[in-house]
């Protein structure tokens, strides 16, 4: 069965350094996902992505923060420079074109530490 | 008033018995409704979507949607020592905004 599938698994890093986190969407799927989820805390939408551009993103997704889609299959979220509080779990999801009800399919989630 | 409420439990149930999950919204215009589950340090796992008024079931796991009340539900029937997680709630507006919206999950014990 097809899967969204992220690398890394868990990532550490100094704040102020740059982040960037992977994932690779179900491949017949045309709509792509960031969310977070503090430890303790609701999952949380940052940016949807669809047709090579952003079609929404949330408060949080702010200047530090960028997706890209480098080539076929990968999708990328990067963090600038890191600030203690992104500390989180990073998860993508993909959904496909056209399904209007657009259920969404997770990756297994990086888990970003910034100390 | 929070977009999406559960209650947060824990809710144990004995094995074999139905356990019964809640969630209200607040957006009269949300369409589309999930339930997934979350094991402790694992992604959600899309169990049930529904999008119409009623009953919907799957296996063991049925969703019940009221949108006069913005009620959803989820039944699991012969509950497992397995099915010990998290329960999420999300919700979808209507219109071309794709996001989820999530409440903050339900936690189910089922002890054998």
């Known amino acids: 069965e097809p899967e969204v599938t992220q690398t890394p698994s868990h990532q550490v890093t100094q704040m102020g350094q740059e982040v960037i986190l992977r994932c690779v969407p179900i491949?017949?799927?045309?709509?792509f996902y960031w969310y977070r989820q503090i430890l303790g805390q609701k999952v949380e939408f940052l940016v949807s992505?669809?047709?090579?551009?952003?079609?929404?993103k949330s408060e949080i997704f702010d200047d530090q923060f960028s997706v890209e889609r480098p080539d076929g299959s990968n999708f990328t979220l990067k963090i600038r420079s890191t600030k203690l509080e992104d500390s989180a779990m990073y998860f993508c999801?993909?959904?496909?074109?056209?399904?209007?009800?657009?259920?969404?399919?997770f990756g297994p989630g990086t888990r970003l530490t910034v100390l | 008033q929070k977009e999406v409420e559960q209650n947060s439990g824990p809710l144990s149930v004995p094995e074999g018995a139905i356990a019964s999950l809640n969630c209200t919204y607040s957006?009269?215009?949300?369409?589309?409704f999930f339930w997934y589950r979350q094991y402790s340090g694992k992604s959600p796992e899309l169990i049930m979507s529904?999008?119409s008024n009623g009953d919907k079931e799957d296996g063991r796991f049925t969703a019940q949607l009221n949108k006069a009340s913005q009620y959803v539900s989820l039944l699991i029937r012969d509950s497992q020592p397995s099915d010990s997680a998290t329960y999420l709630c999300?919700?979808?507006?209507?219109?071309?905004?794709?996001?989820?919206?999530w409440g903050l999950g339900t936690s189910l014990a089922v002890n054998p």
């Open positions: 491949s017949n799927h045309l709509y």
């Open positions: 999801a993909s959904s496909e074109w056209g399904e209007e009800h657009n259920e969404q399919f």
């Open positions: 957006d009269r215009v949300s369409q589309s």
């Open positions: 529904i999008y």
């Open positions: 992505f669809y047709n090579n551009e952003i079609s929404e």
């Open positions: 999300a919700v979808k507006r209507a219109g071309n905004n794709r996001k989820l919206i």
